[in-house]
């Protein structure tokens, strides 16, 4: 069974950390492109196969995704079961932990998967439902960050969140009637960040298991933000108090 991931990014980021995954490599049929060429040369000297492809075999294989010239048949990554969130809590101090609610756009996905890896999450957590898939087009727009954070698919976020809690995670929400704003909380400890769907936000029993819940301030016409612009402000003031 393999996996596919195309762009040149994303190539990139899993040659740079995991070679041995590469099974197949096809890249675009008279493509002369500076950017491609040293990475064809990386993959050639790893004794990678590679295959030229049309465009037409590359957009259909692509999905009609933008995949840069180059796609790559891979073995499958880790993949992180509900189980394994225990032992990663044992291991960490003060954790920043994400958790994303009803976000089911495979590119806000990738976004926030990226946005997690610059600052220093340790766990991406998504409901089984109602969450998009770390499809080729997720990873190709988490520029190889998909493959450094854990993402943990949880059959009841409800009861994830009181894990959390048992082991003195404090669960910070985002919500537009928050009294207080993140530039007024306090984010140095071990703490999970939740943020819901654009538009309806968090589920009312995601909400419910919020310790704090706080807003973005916004001073434009605006209501709101694109959820992995909204996940990148709330981390980072994170990373800031953390630091």
């Not at 675009?28 to 500076?34: C, E, Y």
């Not at 050639?44 to 590679?50: L, R």
């Not at 990873?139 to 009841?156: H, Q």
Request: with cysteine; aromatic share 4%; charged share 20%.
């Amino acid at each position: 069974m393999s996996e596919k991931i195309f762009g040149i990014h994303a190539v990139q980021a899993l040659l740079e950390r995991q070679p041995q995954r590469f099974q197949q490599v096809f890249i675009l049929k008279g493509r002369d492109d500076r950017r491609l060429q040293p990475l064809i040369q990386v993959l050639e000297s790893q004794g990678i196969t590679i295959q030229v492809a049309t465009r037409q075999w590359l957009d259909e294989a692509a999905e009609g995704a933008v995949h840069q010239g180059i796609l790559a048949l891979v073995k499958p990554g880790r993949q992180y079961q509900e189980g394994d969130l225990p032992d990663l809590l044992e291991k960490l101090e003060k954790p920043l932990i994400l958790i994303l609610d009803g976000v089911t756009d495979p590119h806000n996905l990738g976004a926030c998967l990226r946005s997690a890896d610059a600052a220093g999450v340790a766990a991406v957590i998504v409901p089984k439902d109602r969450s998009a898939a770390l499809n080729a087009t997720a990873k190709k727009v988490a520029c190889g960050a998909a493959e450094t954070v854990p993402l943990i698919r949880v059959t009841n976020l409800a009861r994830t969140m009181r894990l959390l809690q048992e082991y003195h995670i404090w669960i910070v929400g985002t919500a537009g009637e928050a009294d207080h704003t993140l530039y007024q909380s306090k984010m140095t400890g071990g703490m999970a960040l939740v943020m819901g769907a654009e538009g309806e936000g968090m589920r009312r029993l995601t909400r419910e298991h919020c310790d704090e819940l706080i807003s973005i301030p916004m001073a434009g016409s605006v209501s709101s933000l694109n959820v992995s612009v909204a996940t990148g402000i709330c981390l980072f003031e994170a990373v800031r108090q953390r630091q």
